[in-house]
């Protein structure tokens, strides 16, 4: 049973929390107007379209991450292919998440607007798989099952930097295709036996091996720009599409959102969740990364508070293990199974671990403040976002203010006030 806690010492609990302002952070945007106008003219490629044959039975996979503009894709695809005479279906394509239940992966599609009722067509869900390959190590390789019975499968996925490793290729359609569409029993043997450090050239040879053994017709690969918006949208065939994915990550890499201010004392989350990054914050934007993986340092956090979990992450908290302070609120919302089987499938038990918990979001903060040592509360460089896509508008604390006009890039749009908190 949780107890609350009061912290007592010598000089009281109750300490400061800095006055704040909002600041407006600018980036390029890459905003595409048309979504399905944009797929469909990649579909017409002769690349592409020369795969799509009549009467095919096509599984679409989809993944279980927030990707801008997801549902309009599926369903932008499900209508060209039906034009074209072939016969689609959605499956979800996403390893272990949603518990490893089909029911918990269907809920999650749904969780991002992918419905049969939206998109049109069935959604077929199921955690059976069949192995299709082994790699020249003895590797199985899996396909869910409903895939794997298809004529065609195609893939669609936001193509950007991982949380946990680096490589040629990270986060995407290839990850998708071995990772995702393997479920549970895929995400396991990769974890397991390769190990997630060893992703970046282990997966793409994995992808070469898998390949020529399924019916793989081409992915749809997503970039985004630093406002979550759909950015680019390109339809890759499968010959191309390890060196093609290659070249799109280093697009993605620039256009990827950032904190312009670097040294921070501390750095307040207000929800984490699967559907904003498998890590549940992105180690990119945040600097944290608790594996020992170099390339997460760009920003410094000397304390991490999270407030609470979003609502489509349904309760799995896997990633609040790398915060310092964690509230009451959040605390409740944790679904054990979830989160437990999430983080077992990648071997990083950290993940889930359970940071101290205050009742409130206000103690939760003073708590930080209050454990960065040699700064006074007045003097502490905070930090609040939304969460680690949402990084247009941020809060600052007043000791960042000379900072935040001396740079370019940003810009104060309010006046000092307390700070908006529960509690």
């Keep these: 049973m949780f107890h609350r806690f009061k912290y007592v010492d010598e000089q ?14 600018r980036f390029e945007e890459h905003r595409i107007s048309d979504i399905p106008g944009t797929l469909r003219k990649q579909l017409e490629k002769p690349e592409i379209t020369k795969r ?44 272990s998440h949603g518990g490893a239940t089909a029911d918990g992966q269907k809920r999650l599609l749904a969780s991002y607007g992918i419905t049969e009722e939206y998109v049109g067509t069935s959604i077929r869900a199921t955690m059976e798989v069949v192995e299709q390959a082994r790699m020249a190590d003895g590797t199985p390789l899996y396909v869910d099952r409903y895939a794997n019975e298809a004529d065609g499968i195609v893939l669609v996925n936001r193509i950007k930097p991982h949380t946990a490793f680096r490589g040629p290729i990270e986060s995407g359609i290839v990850k998708m295709m071995i990772i995702g569409m393997g479920k549970i029993a895929g995400a396991a043997v990769m974890h397991s036996d390769r190990g997630m450090d060893l992703f970046g050239t282990v997966l793409p040879e994995a992808a070469q091996v898998l390949m020529p053994h399924i019916p793989f017709l081409f992915g749809v690969g997503l970039i985004e720009d630093a406002y979550d918006h759909t950015a680019i949208i390109e339809a890759i065939p499968a010959e191309s599409l390890i060196a093609r994915e290659e070249e799109l990550l280093v697009t993605a890499k620039t256009m990827m959102p950032r904190l312009y201010i670097n040294e921070i004392d501390v750095l307040v989350i207000d929800q984490i969740g699967k559907e904003i990054s498998g890590g549940g914050f992105d180690p990119n934007i945040a600097g944290r990364n608790c594996r020992g993986v170099a390339g997460f340092d760009d920003v410094r956090a000397n304390k991490m508070v999270i407030l609470s979990l979003s609502p489509h992450t349904h309760g799995n908290a896997t990633g609040v293990g790398l915060a310092d302070v964690i509230t009451r609120k959040l605390f409740d919302a944790i679904d054990l199974q979830a989160t437990y089987t999430n983080v077992i499938t990648s071997t990083y038990l950290d993940g889930a671990a359970i940071p101290i918990v205050m009742e409130t979001e206000k103690e939760a903060i003073q708590l930080a403040i209050r454990s960065v040592p040699r700064v006074k509360p007045k003097d502490i460089r905070l930090v609040r976002i939304k969460d680690t896509l949402s990084l247009g508008e941020v809060v600052v604390s ?26």
Aim: cysteine-free.
């Design 12 to 25: 009281g609990f109750d300490h400061p929390i800095p006055p704040v302002a909002t600041v407006r952070q």
């Design 52 to 95: 799509i044959k009549k009467g095919a039975r096509i599984a679409i996979g989809a993944g279980s991450r927030g990707i801008a503009n997801v549902a309009l894709v599926v369903k932008s695809l499900v209508e060209v292919l039906r034009e074209k005479g072939a016969d689609p279906f959605v499956f979800p394509a996403m390893g």
């Design 398 to 423: 007043e000791a960042l203010l000379a900072e935040v006009n001396d740079h370019p890039r940003m810009e104060v749009v309010s006046g000092t006030r307390e700070m908006d908190l529960e509690g």
